[in-house]
């Protein structure tokens, strides 16, 4: 059952079990969900409705709090101590269990509204998300990540589990501790940063990219725009770039164990250890730095499909 | 003068570009007054970095340091990395033209810490309260001082972090001790390679930049404070 209030007042919505439950939302209203551990898989339909769905045992419940902005969304054993904060650039999950129960493990499949945005926290949690319009948040401290489809600003933060985003368009700002991080067919400004994974980036259209990892391989196949500016940047691991054979940059390499080789007709110095080394593909509108300390670089030739443009 | 020759004078001056850029550069000062200006500007700046011995940060900087170590610096403390990154495409444009300024900045200007690499022509920038104190250098030296300035803010925080573990979750101290190994490996080898090399400029760039990632790390963690009590 659901009190739904005007704006500004609380709405709490319990269910004695497995939760199934479908309500109204407006616009302008974000989708606030935080757990402790289990899947969160998030779809989107054309609706101005929210539908939950959640497996959970039979001494959980699962409370949904709407105000006018937001619809929260927790298990009842996450209660008024048991708080969670999501705000700002740095990973800062943050929570206690002061709560007579333990917290509960929940499943959940949760559809929305197109537009609505996203604020998503687990602290052992995979999360899902297919389709979103709106801007995307998500916090967990070890889970897997995917994210699929979305159309607006994506942040993602995971201590120790991938990330995966295919076929999106807008900013992404992605970053795991430990786990690899995979972008395939993406539009729009992104930043990477893995301390320990491999970060692959396929198919990019980006006039901005920076990628960095302490020990993994990067790889970069995409555009280069104009007065772009692109940064792949590894400790220990190879930095393979695949670029359009029309790009036109400025790229800076530098790498103390490894080698420099390209498909572009440069002359490449016998000896660049330790030392910056730069050319110019074109007439160098865009500028490329790429460091791997222990590792080799490779800038290629990238020939995408038309429809890759 | 454009962007696209201002681009390439710092790493002309540094010996670094290609020999076809490296002509070209040639043919374009031997046109380009104002090039060759910015030219011997940089020149100055790069003499001056590496006469200049840094000095012992005052107490208001380490005030900064524990400050954003906590993660409550305020604006105009200290420019976040997402900030130093996001502007440093239009930053570096500015500074030819603030080179005379920065110099005397930076020969009064105490108090800097750096947060961030800027692009060519920069190796580095130090972002003060004032975003026009901005201090660039090629030195390797000055990369060992800043890098310094890291290990203190490191020490601190570990300390700090490991004399509270017992109220750290198990699963943020095993992810963080496990990640530590990783960057601190990656420190001692860059350390050695600089050890062994030490003019270069990437190495004490790298160096500083793994020194950041650590602080980076750690200050996360601190601000997951995930207990368990």
């Known amino acids: 059952m659901l009190l739904h209030i005007a704006a500004g007042a609380l709405v709490a919505m319990s269910a004695p079990q497995d939760t199934d439950t479908t309500f109204a939302v407006t616009p302008g209203q974000r989708l606030n969900v935080a757990t402790f551990g289990g899947e969160i898989l998030i779809r989107t339909w054309e609706l101005d409705q929210v539908r939950i769905?959640?497996?959970?045992?039979?001494?959980?419940?699962?409370?949904?709090?709407?105000?006018?902005?937001?619809?929260?969304?927790?298990?009842?054993?996450?209660?008024?101590?048991?708080?969670?904060?999501?705000?700002?650039?740095?990973?800062?999950?943050?929570?206690?269990?002061?709560?007579?129960?333990?917290?509960?493990?929940?499943?959940?499949?949760?559809?929305?509204?197109?537009?609505?945005?996203?604020?998503?926290?687990?602290?052992?949690?995979?999360?899902?998300?297919?389709?979103?319009?709106?801007?995307?948040?998500?916090?967990?401290?070890?889970?897997?990540?995917?994210?699929?489809?979305?159309?607006?600003?994506?942040?993602?933060?995971?201590?120790?589990?991938?990330?995966?985003?295919?076929?999106?368009?807008?900013?992404?700002?992605?970053?795991?501790?430990?786990?690899?991080?995979?972008?395939?067919?993406?539009?729009?400004?992104?930043?990477?940063?893995?301390?320990?994974?491999?970060?692959?980036?396929?198919?990019?259209?980006?006039?901005?990219?920076?990628?960095?990892?302490?020990?993994?391989?990067?790889?970069?196949q995409g555009t280069i725009e104009a007065q772009g500016f692109y940064r792949f940047v590894t400790h220990d691991g190879d930095v393979d770039l695949e670029l359009p054979a029309n790009a036109s940059a400025r790229i800076s390499v530098a790498t103390w164990d490894g080698d420099l080789s390209t498909d572009f007709d440069i002359e490449v110095p016998d000896e660049i250890r330790g030392r910056r080394f730069s050319f110019t593909l074109g007439s160098g509108s865009a500028q490329i730095e790429i460091e791997a300390f222990d590792g080799d670089i490779s800038v290629g030739v990238w020939e995408p499909d038309e429809e890759d443009y | 003068m454009s962007d696209s020759w201002t681009d390439r004078l710092s790493a002309y001056l540094d010996d670094e570009l290609s020999l076809a850029d490296r002509r070209a550069v040639d043919?374009?000062?031997?046109?380009?007054?104002?090039?060759?200006?910015?030219?011997?500007?940089?020149?100055?700046?790069?003499?001056?970095?590496?006469?200049?011995?840094?000095?012992?940060?005052?107490?208001?900087?380490?005030?900064?340091?524990?400050?954003?170590?906590?993660?409550?610096?305020?604006h105009g403390d200290i420019v976040s990395l997402q900030e130093v990154r996001r502007r440093r495409s239009r930053m570096w444009r500015v500074i030819p033209a603030a080179l005379a300024a920065t110099l005397v900045l930076a020969?009064?200007?105490?108090?800097?810490?750096?947060?961030?690499?800027?692009?060519?022509?920069?190796?580095?920038?130090?972002?003060?309260?004032?975003?026009?104190?901005?201090?660039?250098?090629?030195?390797p030296g000055r990369s060992l001082l800043v890098a310094e300035r890291y290990g203190a803010a490191i020490a601190q925080m570990e300390q700090a972090l490991f004399a509270n573990g017992d109220q750290l979750d198990t699963a943020t101290v095993r992810i963080l001790r496990q990640k530590l190994i990783v960057i601190d490996r990656a420190i001692a080898e860059a350390r050695q390679a600089l050890a062994d090399d030490p003019g270069s400029a990437y190495l004490a760039d790298h160096f500083t930049n793994m020194m950041r990632r650590k602080l980076a790390l750690l200050r996360n963690a601190a601000s997951a404070g995930v207990t368990s009590s």
């Open chain 1, 53 to 220: 769905e959640a497996d959970h045992s039979s001494r959980e419940q699962i409370v949904i709090t709407q105000t006018a902005s937001e619809v929260r969304v927790r298990p009842s054993s996450w209660n008024s101590d048991f708080e969670f904060s999501m705000e700002g650039e740095e990973f800062d999950v943050s929570m206690n269990f002061r709560g007579a129960r333990a917290p509960a493990m929940v499943d959940y499949e949760i559809i929305v509204p197109e537009g609505m945005a996203l604020e998503i926290g687990g602290l052992f949690s995979d999360v899902e998300i297919e389709g979103a319009v709106g801007e995307v948040t998500i916090r967990v401290l070890e889970g897997e990540v995917d994210i699929l489809g979305a159309r607006g600003p994506v942040s993602a933060r995971t201590g120790e589990g991938d990330v995966t985003v295919e076929d999106v368009v807008g900013p992404l700002r992605l970053s795991t501790i430990g786990g690899e991080i995979s972008v395939t067919n993406a539009t729009g400004e992104i930043t990477a940063e893995s301390t320990e994974g491999d970060i692959d980036l396929e198919e990019i259209r980006s006039s901005r990219v920076e990628a960095e990892s302490v020990d993994g391989e990067i790889w970069y």
């Open chain 2, 27 to 74: 043919e374009h000062l031997a046109q380009c007054e104002e090039c060759r200006a910015v030219l011997s500007q940089l020149a100055g700046v790069r003499d001056w970095a590496e006469e200049y011995e840094g000095e012992p940060p005052r107490e208001a900087v380490w005030n900064a340091i524990s400050s954003a170590v906590r993660g409550d610096a305020r």
């Open chain 2, 107 to 139: 020969a009064v200007g105490a108090g800097s810490w750096t947060v961030g690499r800027a692009t060519a022509p920069t190796r580095e920038i130090l972002v003060t309260a004032n975003p026009m104190r901005l201090i660039t250098t090629t030195s």
